[in-house]
């Protein structure tokens, strides 16, 4: 079936840094979709993409839809404490009746 | 306000007891999942309904049952039969199942289940 494998799996940065994870398939996606997951409460969406190479910002996040379709890349800006969290990737499984979620990358913080 | 909401948030139950949890939306999205996820691990899905009256097993349907009688709700039960119960559920909701923004789900703030 259809995988999506997001790295890496943690992160370990100081505050202020910036940070750059990524998401691939060995099969096409029409969207990218990235959310975050505060501990002990549900993901959140953070940005959606749907046309290949298009690059999306929301604040100090960006995110790009790879040209070859099989790939997304979430960088987030100058890290700040509340950054924390678990990012997850995900897209439309084939017949677009659910998503398929990358198994998340863990980014932890030191102030 | 519109959204997703799970009761409660915490929830705890013997072994060998059947337990539901409760998913409720007001977005007026016609689509519902159930998701599970261990310490440490992704969401896993579990029961997904696309229309009232219908729904399809997931990934780790087994041990779990649902219903989907009304659009609004999507109720999940946890029977004896799931091994290891214990977990972190979550519900989710979104437009359709078509492509392109109905594919967005948004998620409600998870139940976690302990079964002592």
């Known amino acids: 079936g259809q995988q999506l494998n997001q790295s890496p799996q943690s992160m370990f940065i100081q505050e202020g840094e910036d940070v750059s994870m990524n998401c691939t398939s060995s099969s096409i996606f029409n969207t990218w979709l990235w959310y975050k997951q505060d501990p002990g409460e549900g993901p959140v969406l953070l940005i959606a993409l749907y046309k290949a190479g298009e690059l999306t910002s929301n604040g100090r996040l960006t995110a790009q839809f790879g040209i070859t379709r099989k790939d997304s890349f979430l960088n987030i800006s100058a890290s700040i404490p509340s950054d924390v969290g678990i990012y997850f990737c995900?897209?439309?499984?084939?017949?677009?009746?659910?998503?398929?979620f990358g198994q998340g990358t863990r980014l932890t913080i030191n102030p | 306000d519109g959204g997703i909401t799970q009761s409660p948030k915490y929830l705890f139950r013997k072994e060998g007891q059947n337990v539901t949890l409760s998913c409720e939306q007001n977005l007026n999205h016609d689509a519902m999942y159930w998701y599970r996820q261990d310490p440490g691990q992704g969401l896993r899905l579990i029961y997904y309904s696309q229309i009232v009256n219908d729904f399809q097993k997931g990934d780790i349907a087994e041990g779990y049952s649902v219903s989907r009688e009304k659009k609004e709700s999507f109720p999940l039960t946890v029977t004896s039969a799931q091994k290891n119960p214990t977990a972190f559920y979550l519900c989710?909701?979104?437009?359709?199942?078509?492509?392109?923004?109905?594919?967005?789900?948004?998620f409600g703030p998870g139940t976690r289940l302990t079964v002592l």
């Open positions: 989710a909701s979104s437009r359709s199942g078509v492509w392109g923004t109905s594919n967005e789900q948004f």
């Open positions: 995900a897209g439309p499984s084939q017949g677009a009746q659910k998503l398929v």
